[in-house]
């Protein structure tokens, strides 16, 4: 049975707030593992408030980073962070970050995974609440490299939704499997570690990463397949594909001449493979880049201060008492803007892909008859840092793969 804090989360009944004043990272994985790492004996949805943040009143009883360490916990416990979640039963397991302007707070609003069973009311097996927990990764990577199969897998489909997001990661797989391996050779030949370096063997093994290395590749090729690029990720598979085409023809050719009739059928499987893929990316459309999450409260937010900002220019310095309360209301409204858009940003994204969907976001207006909650199945959910696109190009179905295709991206390196 859960105690504390996370005991008080367990006995809610109904929609009810909470304060993390003070809570850290250690503390926030221990109460998201406490109070919702089972399901809550209820049958009608309710709304769990936390708040995480506000104020010149209140800043100094929440770290910066509060918002985005609790967020990270729900996270890692099986949540899934949606604007669009309701007190609903389809809003189960979801939660939503909010900037509430007016009581100068920051919420994140938790709706918990409902149908377990009543919870004994005795503390038998309670932990000691004294035992420190072990703290969770806390970054994307470290993320990605501490979680099971499973979750590994759940993980880059849900928060590596773009091929960048996921050839990025792959980047950083390659970059570990060569510093353990230089380490290994080291010690092959007796030297003494850094401690760096020593801190990096003890960590994810090698054989490790490479096992995540070929459900990362897969997904990708999937992508590939489908027709899942962007126009910029289009442009740069092709060239890489088309220069390593010229590589396996070379190589192609001397083994031809050679007589390797072994190593010519394996070049020549490696070829029609990435000729295949080179036909799916160019028959394909390209793919949107994802909306930003919290897209419209960025909007209204950014064309507030744009009326701010073309107000001050007007009034010269002489303001109404009117004018007077809006201008200090900005720094609260900028802070606000500055909270939605760090959260927007997917897990492993670039800046200049990010800076490309904020200024898209500021260029869209809402869409005639769209209407928030509509369509089933999570519609209005989001992953990765993105919400889902409405009414925007639908991705390609992929074509039937043959066992060529499916190998191909693996040419690439």
């Known amino acids: ?10 006995r809610a009944t109904e929609s009810d707030d909470f304060d993390l004043a003070g809570y850290d990272q250690a503390r ?16 009608e949805m309710i709304r769990l408030s936390f708040t995480v943040g506000g104020g ?6 929440y770290s910066d980073d509060l918002p985005k360490i609790f967020m990270g916990a729900l996270t890692v416990g099986g949540y899934q962070e949606d604007n669009g979640a309701t007190i609903e039963a389809g809003s189960a397991g979801k939660y939503k970050f909010h900037h509430d302007t007016n009581k100068n707070l920051k919420f994140v609003h938790v709706f918990p995974k409902l149908g377990g069973a009543a919870e004994a009311s005795g503390a038998a097996g309670e932990e000691d609440e004294g035992e420190e927990e072990e703290e969770k990764p806390a970054t994307p990577e470290d993320l990605l490299f501490h979680s099971d199969d499973k979750e590994f897998l759940r993980l880059v489909q849900t928060q590596l939704v773009t091929y960048a997001q996921k050839k990025r990661l792959l980047e950083i797989f390659k970059q570990r499997i060569s510093k353990l391996e230089d380490i290994e050779q080291k010690m092959s030949r007796l030297e003494r570690l850094e401690a760096s370096e020593e801190e990096l063997f003890n960590d994810v093994g090698a054989e490790e990463i490479k096992e995540k290395n070929k459900v990362l590749t897969a997904e990708l090729q999937s992508m590939v397949d489908a027709g899942q690029l962007t126009a910029a990720e289009r442009t740069e598979f092709l060239e890489q594909l088309e220069a390593k085409l010229k590589m396996v023809d070379a190589e192609l050719s001397k083994a031809e001449a050679e007589g390797k009739a072994k190593k010519v059928q394996a070049l020549t499987q490696q070829k029609e493979a990435m000729q295949n893929s080179r036909a799916a990316v160019k028959d394909a459309e390209p793919a949107k880049l994802p909306a930003v999450r919290n897209g419209a409260q ?10 701010l900002a073309r107000m001050e220019k007007a009034s010269k310095g002489h303001y109404t008492m009117d004018e007077l309360k809006r201008l200090g209301e900005r720094p609260e409204i900028e802070e606000a803007v500055a909270e939605l858009e760090t959260r927007a940003r997917g897990w492993l994204e670039s800046d200049e892909v990010f800076q490309e969907r904020l200024e898209a976001n500021l260029r869209a207006g809402p869409k005639k008859g769209a209407g928030r909650g509509s369509g089933g199945g999570g519609g209005g959910g989001s992953s990765g840092g993105y919400s889902t696109v409405v009414g925007g190009a639908r991705a390609a179905k992929p074509k039937a793969k043959s066992a060529a295709s499916r190998n191909a991206f693996s040419a690439l390196g």
């Open 1 to 10: 049975m859960a105690s504390g804090l996370a005991g008080k989360v367990r």
């Open 56 to 61: 010149k009143l209140v800043r100094q009883k």
């Open 298 to 307: 960025i909007r209204d937010l950014r064309v507030k201060l744009a009326e």
């Open 28 to 43: 926030c994985a221990e109460l998201v593992k406490g109070a919702f790492s089972e399901p809550f004996p209820l049958k």
